[in-house]
């Protein structure tokens, strides 16, 4: 879906004011600030009620304006950038002189991406610049895919969303922090590990956390107002049915396997059997079954390999340090 013309100027317009724009990226939505306008940046924190010491990614229009914005760019970074960009891919570099430290949450390094949208390169192109954005949710809470999502979510607070349809990829970017002479993962996302290990032609290290630091210790991410429980896929359906026997009510993560399985609970998902379709769903999904009343989501992990790590990823973060049953 294309956003009109006169859409992508008034955004532009927007950001080149000091004002917040969501935008449709092919991961998620994001909400966007002039990436060299410290007040704007500051504001997206404040509206996300995020800590500032939790770096933003920044959006830029071309691999060719990498050189822009980051100190310098290494060869295996470079390499990176020609083969998956636009894409959902987010290196972290050393900061170029640009990038003011609110967006990088006061670190001496940056992550920059160029999203695989035709809305969120209309915006780069008419702006100019670097666009700084986190996803669009509130901090902690579950990224949205949707226009939609963003306006239930956040409403006045963003100055101006642009509607570029339902998100094609559905989890956040793949992380890689190409800073040092080995690159690894920071976060699991839209590229898959084995693409990139394919390109580098060696294995990769993937951080289950990121390296920075916040501080404090927030209990989960990417999360749900309801618990998620994660359990072993053949007892999903009994769990499920446990804890709605038990008063709760329970959303359950059907496996494509038990697809018609009848299942005693307040609300049912059909996992798709396709990691794609998987991905682009699950943050709908949650939403769903939030939307619906669950207060208990049981569901399991998929394989953890090509997009099915991300989803690991994103479902093992949604639970918690300790929810796992
Ligand atoms: O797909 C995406 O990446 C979406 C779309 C909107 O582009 N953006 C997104 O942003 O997921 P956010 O802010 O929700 O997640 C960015 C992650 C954070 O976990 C942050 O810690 C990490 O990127 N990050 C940003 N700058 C970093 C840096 N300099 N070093 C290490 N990690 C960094
Ligand atoms: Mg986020």
């Given at each position: 879906?294309?956003?009109?013309?006169?859409?992508?100027?008034k955004a532009a317009g927007v950001l080149r004011g000091g004002g917040l724009v969501a935008f449709p990226t092919e991961?998620?939505?994001?909400?966007g600030a002039n990436a060299e306008d410290s007040a704007a940046v500051a504001r997206v924190f404040q509206v996300k009620g995020r800590p500032p010491s939790h770096p933003l990614i920044v959006h830029i229009g071309g691999a060719e304006h990498l050189g822009d914005w980051v100190e310098n760019v290494p060869v295996t970074a470079?390499?990176?950038?020609e083969r998956f960009w636009p894409g959902p891919l987010t290196l972290v570099l050393p900061r170029g002189r640009r990038v003011p430290f609110e967006a990088t949450g006061g670190l001496e390094t940056v992550a920059v991406r160029v999203p695989d949208h035709p809305v969120a390169l209309a915006l780069l192109?008419?702006?100019g610049g670097g666009v700084a954005a986190p996803s669009a949710n509130r901090f902690g809470s579950v990224s949205p895919t949707t226009a939609?999502?963003?306006?239930a979510e956040l409403g006045d607070e963003v100055d101006f969303v642009l509607d570029?349809?339902?998100c094609e990829v559905g989890v956040e970017s793949t992380i890689v922090d190409a800073t040092g002479e080995a690159p690894s993962v920071?976060?699991?996302g839209g590229v898959t590990r084995e693409d990139l290990e394919a390109v580098l032609g060696r294995p990769l290290a993937v951080h289950s956390t990121s390296r920075v630091r916040v501080p404090g210790q927030h209990p989960s991410h990417y999360a749900p107002r309801a618990r998620v429980v994660l359990v072993e896929p053949e007892k999903v359906v009994a769990e499920a049915e446990l804890a709605q026997e038990l008063g709760h009510q329970v959303g359950?993560?059907?496996?494509?396997?038990f697809a018609d399985a009848a299942v005693k609970a307040h609300a049912v998902v059909a996992i798709p059997g396709s990691m794609a379709a998987y991905a682009r769903g699950l943050y709908g999904f949650l939403r769903e079954l939030d939307q619906r009343g669950c207060d208990l989501i049981v569901a399991s992990l998929p394989v953890e390999e090509g997009l099915g790590l991300a989803i690991a990823n994103r479902l093992r973060r949604a639970a918690g340090p300790r929810s796992s049953a």
């Open positions: 879906m294309r956003a009109r013309t006169s859409d992508i100027d991961t998620v939505y994001g909400l470079r390499l990176l950038a192109a008419a702006f939609n999502h963003v306006r570029g349809g339902p920071l976060r699991p359950v993560f059907l496996p494509p396997c």
